[in-house]
């Protein structure tokens, strides 16, 4: 079996620009990889994902079934990795991956207040991608620990990456979805062991390439087997 590395956090954390510096580094370093990016938005079988973030189902995210919505990301996930990447993670390689199985753990367990529906439902979803769908379990998850106040701040700088727009999705529009999903996150990363990238430190937002150094490390010494 191959490795799989998972980059994922809440919107604004800076989530694509740590997986494309990590991409080139590991190019320029002569480490075979492939990269894949959830959504998966040149697949048609993005489609479902697509009309969800865009509003057609409804503009407030809490207001769509947590189970529904996870639904749609998991069959996407489910038809790149078979396409894609199976035979190649098979035979051993690396992949790394701009969100996963992770982001619907984070986005839609925020949806959910009572600890125990939480925790079914966050078995459900395991259940469902491991399980059933016999996706890879990550081998590490990098999840960047962005507050939401300085998130909501990079996300209004950036174009987004759905419509490539300035249009906001339905869950980078909706801060209460934001906070929530953040706290989400932390327990979560608590909960399975992720690797927790703090973003802030001494109330300081890190520069892009001390936050690259810590993410290249680790997973150097995960590829060499530390």
Same mark, same amino acid.
């Given at each position: 079996?191959?490795? =799989? ?15 494309e %510096? ?5 190019? @320029?370093?002569?480490?075979? $990889? ?7 938005y ?6 479902l ?8 189902f ?6 769509? /079934? ?16 078979k396409?894609d990447?199976? %035979?190649?993670y ?8 701009? #969100? ?6 984070? $986005? ?10 939480r ?14 769908? @016999?996706?890879p ?11 939401p106040?300085?998130? !909501?701040?990079l996300?209004?700088? #950036? ?10 999705? !339905? $869950?980078?529009?909706?801060?209460? $979805? ?9 327990? =979560? ?9 703090k ?8 520069? !892009? @390439? ?10 150097? /010494?995960? !590829?060499?087997?530390n």
């Amino acid at each position: 079996m191959g490795k =799989l590395f998972v980059i994922d956090g809440t919107d604004g954390s800076g989530k694509q620009t740590q997986f494309e %510096k990590l991409q080139n580094r590991l190019k @320029e370093d002569g480490i075979e $990889h492939k990269v894949v990016s959830f959504p998966n938005y040149e697949s048609p079988s993005s489609s479902l994902v697509k009309m969800y973030l865009s509003g057609e189902f409804g503009e407030d995210p809490k207001k769509i /079934n947590a189970y529904i919505a996870s639904t749609f990301y998991a069959v996407d996930r489910y038809a790149t990795f078979k396409k894609d990447f199976e %035979k190649y993670y098979n035979s051993g390689g690396i992949i790394l991956a701009d #969100r996963y199985t992770t982001a619907n753990m984070v $986005h839609q367990a925020g949806k959910i207040e009572n600890e125990k529906e939480r925790t079914k439902f966050l078995d459900w979803i395991k259940d469902l991608e491991f399980n059933l769908f @016999e996706l890879p379990v990550p081998t590490e998850v990098f999840f960047l620990n962005m507050p939401p106040e300085k998130a !909501i701040e990079l996300i209004e700088k #950036r174009e987004n990456k759905f419509s490539h727009t300035n249009v906001k999705d !339905i $869950h980078e529009r909706n801060i209460e $979805h934001l906070e929530d999903s953040y706290k989400a996150a932390c327990t =979560l990363a608590n909960k399975y062991g992720w690797y927790e990238v703090k973003c802030i430190k001494n109330k300081i937002l890190r520069t !892009i @390439e001390d936050i690259h150094e810590e993410i290249y490390n680790e997973v150097i /010494n995960k !590829i060499k087997g530390n």
